[in-house]
């Protein structure tokens, strides 16, 4: 069985889109707008075609099986709106996701977004996690380092601001991808330099951190394969020494996972040889950041698989762990 | 013949030290201090002795033979101030290192920083590029994309902001290496996240602009072994094709360059694979940020040497471009 960790429902009827533009219409007006949840206006019927026209036709014709899904994470936004708007798009957004599982449980399992908002105490998502993981049985959380957009003004992960949901999560023993929303700031681009600089700052900080120390069971997934640090695993290793900080081996790694969604296969080929392959996830966020052919394969860049399916760095068994078993232990409440 | 494109004074005498700490002082006391160039108390014996018990001797150590040298990263410090104190803190710094090199003309070459503020216009600095490279024959610019030091908030290096300065590099044929200096915001790190996530930033706003068509002539380098960008070469070659954006060997590698400033062996093993060796110069920035021995290889991380001449990824006749012939061609005001 192969499990891709990180997917996001990024092809959702119109329905969503209508919703959240009516709501950031009224905050245009008056940015203390609250309004209610209401509804998503979005049928089964549509929901059925935007997932079987799209992610589980990728299932298919890419031979995985299990996608752990979420919504999508640039249109999370966090940095729209206040703490009332944030939560009532983000329930409506973990409603759909139940939707599309209970729809086609054998594909998708749900993880959730937070409604996390800037200034916002990171305290208040945590009935949101209550909600979705015991009363809906989400499996996981997806976790924004920078609410604010790219500005980075709110709390790091190393602050006790975050420590009520690392409590939640240590609790419900349910893991953490650590995920940024759209940039709103100029310097970044959304899916490039945001991703991949948020991911590395989220590494750093919870390095740089005693939240292992504190929570010695959390699980975190750092997406994107890990943003520069395989590829500059010696400088982490080195600062991290100069720190006075024990080897990364049982300082971080005992509670971080990568995943794989890196587009080439030397890319996959540096992470699957740095990292030890019980910290390393399968994910391919298809229909994401990247939706073309490379035209030095002739396959979707976001093809993940193939490249490990390639890669000579690792043993079959290790795969095996790659594919399934790392991401049944990591997501425990997964059902078989 | 060795040069090292990217070494910085970090272990200037006290004088330096106490020049900044009465800057800041000031400050404190008054954001709107200004004061005046003053003097750095520091002697030539002083600038002998701390080059020839660090950088000098590991240029002897290591084998290298130049060093392409500017004042201290992480104490640019252009958060700091205003555009006045910026202005004489950055004269004396360069005047300090113009002084090294004439000490030791065999050994650096003269990078010069800038007196970037954040809120003021790029172009203030285009004066203190005449006054180094035309008057003081510095060979190249440090150029700081983010002055605001972690918060972003001033222009993208795609702005018509940076215009000026991409104008008198071009007359002048000089590079800049794109760096930035300490963060001031508590989620990142200087040396890590923030650096990191800076090389990375820089090479996606220069890929997604106009500035190499506006200046066909520019020369770029991305430092630290360019962030996160050679591991994740496909996204960005999928991020450029997805934005009808010519493919990335005709749309930036004309224009920019990669350090290697990757402290261990597959990084920059990977490095050297993904990217074009005419596009890539040897650098190690000692004395920098990771400042231990690898327990793994019992030599400094920085000593990136090692790994270059280690790598069978490239031929011996690319490393001696590596080494040398590309920093020539890059960084044409280097006299033989």
């Known amino acids: ?77 966090h940095h729209i709106g206040n703490e009332y708007t944030s939560q009532f798009w983000t329930e409506q957004q973990n409603d759909l996701i139940r939707r599309v599982c209970d729809l086609f449980p054998q594909n998708f399992a749900p993880v959730a977004q937070l409604p996390q908002s800037p200034g916002v105490a990171p305290e208040k998502s945590v009935k949101e996690i209550i909600r979705t993981v015991e009363e809906m049985d989400f499996i996981g959380i997806n976790l924004n380092p920078d609410p604010s957009g790219g500005f980075w003004q709110d709390s790091s992960l190393a602050d006790r601001a975050f420590y009520p949901i690392y409590e939640k999560m240590s609790e419900l023993d349910i ?8 940039a709103c700031n100029d310097c970044f681009h959304t899916t490039g330099s945001h991703y991949l600089g948020a991911d590395t700052t989220a590494f750093q900080q919870l390095m740089m951190s005693d939240v292992f120390k504190d929570f010695p069971d959390l699980k975190i997934i750092i997406p994107h394969g890990g943003g520069a640090v395989p590829y500059h695993w010696g400088r982490f290793r080195g600062l991290a020494q100069d720190n006075g900080i024990a080897p990364l081996e049982e300082s971080v790694l005992k509670n971080i996972y990568f ?48 490249y490990i399916d390639n890669s000579d760095k690792v043993s079959a068994e290790d795969k095996i762990n790659i594919f399934e078993g790392n991401a049944r232990r990591v997501f425990s409440r997964l059902q078989a």
């Not at 990024?10 to 707008?33: H, I």
């Not at 893991?175 to 759209?182: C, D, E, L």
């Open 259 to 306: 995943d794989t969604c890196v587009y080439h296969q030397k890319g996959i080929d540096l992470l699957l040889d740095i990292l030890p392959a019980e910290n390393i996830l399968f994910a391919s966020e298809m229909i994401g950041a990247v939706r073309g052919i490379d035209p030095e394969t002739g396959h979707n860049f976001d093809d993940t698989k193939r």
């Open 175 to 182: 893991p953490a991808m650590v995920h940024v929303s759209a």
């Open 1 to 77: 069985m192969i499990i891709d960790c990180h997917g996001h429902y990024t092809t959702t009827p119109p329905g969503v889109d209508a919703y959240r533009k009516n709501q950031v219409k009224m905050l245009d007006q008056d940015p203390s707008y609250i309004g209610e949840k209401g509804l998503f206006n979005v049928t089964d019927a549509e929901i059925r075609e935007s997932i079987e026209s799209n992610q589980l036709r990728l299932q298919k014709e890419r031979g995985t099986d299990l996608t752990i899904f979420s919504p999508r994470a640039s249109w999370m936004g």
